[in-house]
C-alpha cells in the first residue's frame, strides 16, 4: 500500500533554472497535497485575478502526494501565498516560462505500508538495480479513459466526429462519483435526443455543445471545437501513451521470456525479474517514438510493431495530421523502454502505526523527467518466481 498518506509519496522536482534578478516571468515554487497542478493552478488563476494563460509548468503532478513544482507567472509582482494544502513561494525570475524542458526529473521518498515480508521487495530491489523496470506510462495518464466507451482520440483519427464527442462528455473517470456516473449513464443511454440531454447537462461547457446540438444536430464537428485545448490535448497525450505502451508490451513479449504481468486501467504491465545481457543492453538503449504524422524508430523492429498495431486499429500515419481541432496537434517525442532508478537507496524498516501488526519501509531514488514512481513501485511490488 502507498499514498496512505500525503508524507507516504513525496516527489521533488528537480529542474535547471536560469534565475534572474529581474525579468519578465517569475519562478515560484509550488508545493501541494490534495491538489493535482491543473486544479491548483486554475485555483491561483482566479485567487490572483490573473488569466490561466499566464500560468506555465513543466510537468504535472498527482493530487495523491506531497508534491513540490516550478512553476512561472507572467507578471514581476510578487504573488507568494499560502492556502489549503499548498504554497506558492517566489524564487526569482526568469526570461522565458517554465516548460518541460527544463526539468531533469524527479526524486522520490516512498513508504510502502501494510507488509507482512518485506523479504520479496528486497529481492525485488536488488533486481531493479541491475535490469531496471518496464518505463510504461501509469494509470494516471489514463483517468480520461473509459474502457468501455474507449478513446477520444481514437474516435477524432477515424473521423467519428459524433463518437468523439459521446466519448468526451459520457465517459466515467476514476475519480467520478456514484451520482456523477449515473448521470453520464444516463447521457450515454439516451445519446441524440438533444433536447433530453440539454435537460441533463451540468455545467456551461455541456449546455453549450447540447445546445448547439440541439439547434444544429448534424454539426459535431462544429461541437467539438467548444472543448478547450487543454482537454483536447490532454486526452491525445493519453492515446498516444496507450499506443506506447502497447508497442512495448509487444516487445517484451518477443524479448522476454515468461515476462511477469500487473493488471491495469488500459492493458496490462509486463516486468521481468532478470534480463539477459544482450536483451539488457537492447532494451536498455532503447527509444520509442510516441505516435505522430512523423515518427523516427529505432529499428526496422519497433517499426514493424507500430504498423501491425496501427493495422489492428485501421489508422495510418496520415491519421494523425487530423484537421478536426487545429489547436491541438499530435507531435512526437522519443521515450526510453527501460528506466535504472538513480540513487535508490532503502532508508529503512519499522513498524506501520497505520497498520498494526505490519510493517512499513521507506525508500528514495531519482526517475527521468515523464517516468512514473508509481510503476517502480509496481515492480517493486512483483511476486518472486516460484522455486
Known amino acids: 500500500m502507498i499514498k496512505a498518506t500525503p508524507e507516504d509519496f513525496v516527489v521533488e522536482e528537480r529542474a535547471t533554472l536560469a534565475l534572474q534578478p529581474k525579468g519578465q516571468y517569475r519562478v515560484y515554487l509550488l508545493k501541494k497535497s490534495h491538489w493535482n497542478t491543473l486544479d491548483l493552478i486554475h485555483h491561483l488563476s482566479r485567487s490572483l485575478g490573473l488569466p490561466p494563460s499566464r500560468f506555465s509548468y513543466g510537468g504535472k503532478k498527482d493530487k495523491h502526494g506531497l508534491t513540490s513544482q516550478f512553476i512561472t507567472i507572467r507578471n514581476s509582482q510578487d504573488l507568494s501565498t499560502e492556502g489549503k494544502d499548498f504554497s506558492l513561494e517566489s524564487w526569482g525570475f526568469m526570461d522565458r516560462p517554465m516548460g518541460p524542458d527544463l526539468i531533469q526529473g524527479n526524486a522520490f521518498t516512498v513508504t510502502i505500508r501494510d507488509l507482512v515480508d518485506i523479504g520479496p521487495l528486497e529481492r525485488n530491489f536488488k533486481e531493479v538495480k541491475k535490469t531496471g523496470f518496464a518505463n510504461f506510462f501509469d494509470d494516471q495518464r489514463f483517468r480520461s479513459y473509459d474502457p468501455e466507451c474507449g478513446f477520444f482520440a481514437e474516435k ?35 445519446w441524440k435526443d438533444w433536447p433530453l440531454l440539454l435537460t441533463l447537462a451540468s455545467g456551461p461547457l455541456e449546455k453549450g455543445i447540447f445546445g448547439l446540438l440541439n439547434s444544429h444536430p448534424d454539426d459535431s464537428g462544429r461541437a467539438l471545437h467548444r472543448i478547450p485545448g487543454e482537454e483536447v490535448s490532454m486526452r491525445y497525450a493519453a492515446y498516444q501513451s496507450h499506443l506506447w505502451n502497447e508497442l512495448l508490451r509487444r516487445l517484451i513479449k518477443l524479448k522476454v521470456s515468461n515476462p511477469k504481468e500487473v493488471p491495469s486501467r488500459e492493458g496490462g504491465y509486463l516486468f521481468w525479474h532478470d534480463l539477459s545481457p544482450e536483451v539488457l543492453v537492447y532494451v536498455g538503449s532503447l527509444k520509442i517514438p510516441t505516435a505522430a504524422p512523423k515518427m523516427d524508430f529505432a529499428d526496422d523492429l519497433t517499426r514493424s510493431l507500430f504498423e501491425d498495431i496501427q493495422k489492428e ?44 501488526g505490519k510493517k512499513k519501509w521507506t525508500i528514495s531514488f531519482v526517475l527521468p523527467r515523464g517516468s512514473y514512481g508509481t510503476m517502480l513501485i509496481k515492480r517493486l511490488a512483483l511476486k518472486p518466481d516460484k522455486g
Open 156 to 190: 477524432v483519427l477515424k473521423r467519428h466526429w459524433n463518437g468523439a464527442l459521446q466519448v468526451y462528455l459520457t465517459s466515467a473517470g476514476p475519480d467520478d462519483s456514484q451520482s456523477e456516473r449515473e448521470r453520464k449513464a444516463a447521457l450515454f443511454k439516451n
Open 313 to 356: 486499429k485501421s489508422l495510418t500515419l496520415g491519421s494523425f495530421r487530423t484537421k478536426a481541432l487545429r489547436k491541438v496537434y499530435f507531435r512526437s517525442f522519443q521515450r526510453k523502454a527501460l528506466i535504472i532508478p538513480e540513487d535508490l537507496q532503502a532508508l529503512g524498516v519499522g513498524n506501520d502505526e497505520l497498520h498494526l
